[in-house]
């Protein structure tokens, strides 16, 4: 599933194309998405132009002229530009044209992901509103993740990757940054030290800046907008290595389920 850094590599991809052009035609050969694509699309973009590209949490916020576009690209969804004589494959689903002859097309194979249209406010969505604060931003700091942390019994990997704590820090990131940390991932959360929470508050922030100058981690499904994988999965610490040799003391990793995800760690470097 594309995460954070994923889809903030896909912002930057695609921002450079289409920022400032205007949009010419959408063709929405498939609707049925996690929510059906507004209809009314078709009538609704042509002659906007795209404002400016944003992202919240894993949503990208396309602004045009009356509205936003908000789309979310689920379990395996991707956003590519091309030129507008590319052959059309089965999974994609939605082409939003422009008047300089590129195609932003939108391509799904599990169709989990979204595609939809708001006159109002983003903040105020109701996909956006309960979301916690970006992870890279001053808001997200030791002490705010302290006091959210206070009498919760929530193991702390589960913890960090509720949406409504912080926003972003997918299973592969949560793993990476508590083993940066020495945080075991099955403490509870309301049981982490202060020293601990500042140095997870630091690790959450190292593994996404480093993801992002990674362009993002391609395990199945994940290609950056020109096609091209991410590369942090070659600068994984823990995530998938399970039995291998810790990096720091050459133990073995060990890995547990935790909400039916895996959970990789080091017993010696991270200690209940």
């Not at 939108?106 to 109701?126: I, K, M, N, Q």
Request: aromatic fraction near 6%; hydrophobic fraction near 35%.
């Amino acid at each position: 599933m594309p995460e954070l850094p994923e889809v903030e590599t896909t912002r930057r991809g695609i921002e450079p194309h289409i920022q400032g052009q205007i949009i010419s035609k959408i063709d929405i050969r498939n609707g049925s998405l996690r929510w059906p694509v507004p209809a009314g699309l078709t009538e609704t973009l042509p002659g906007q132009m795209v404002k400016q590209i944003d992202r919240r949490a894993k949503y990208l916020l396309l602004r045009c002229d009356s509205g936003t576009l908000i789309i979310h690209l689920g379990m395996s969804g991707r956003l590519h530009v091309l030129d507008n004589d590319n052959d059309i494959g089965k999974h994609d689903h939605v082409d939003i044209c422009f008047s300089n002859g590129k195609v932003l097309r939108y391509t799904d194979p599990r169709r989990f992901g979204a595609v939809l249209w708001s006159e109002a406010d983003t903040d105020l969505h109701p996909l956006i509103a309960h979301l916690g604060p970006e992870p890279l931003s001053a808001e997200f700091n030791a002490d705010y993740l302290l006091n959210r942390a206070k009498g919760r019994s929530a193991n702390i990997k589960s913890f960090i990757m509720n949406g409504e704590i912080v926003v972003g820090v997918g299973n592969i990131y949560a793993n990476e940054a508590l083993f940066m940390a020495g945080v075991h991932p099955a403490r509870a959360a309301g049981k982490v030290t202060a020293k601990q929470v500042e140095k997870l508050v630091a690790a959450i922030k190292q593994v996404l800046e480093k993801a992002l100058e990674a362009g993002g981690t391609t395990l199945r499904d994940f290609r950056k907008s020109d096609g091209m994988p991410g590369y942090f999965a070659q600068q994984l610490n823990v995530y998938g290595r399970q039995n291998q040799p810790c990096l720091t003391c050459h133990n073995p990793i060990s890995c547990i389920r935790q909400a039916q995800r895996a959970t990789y760690f080091c017993q010696h470097c991270q200690p209940e």
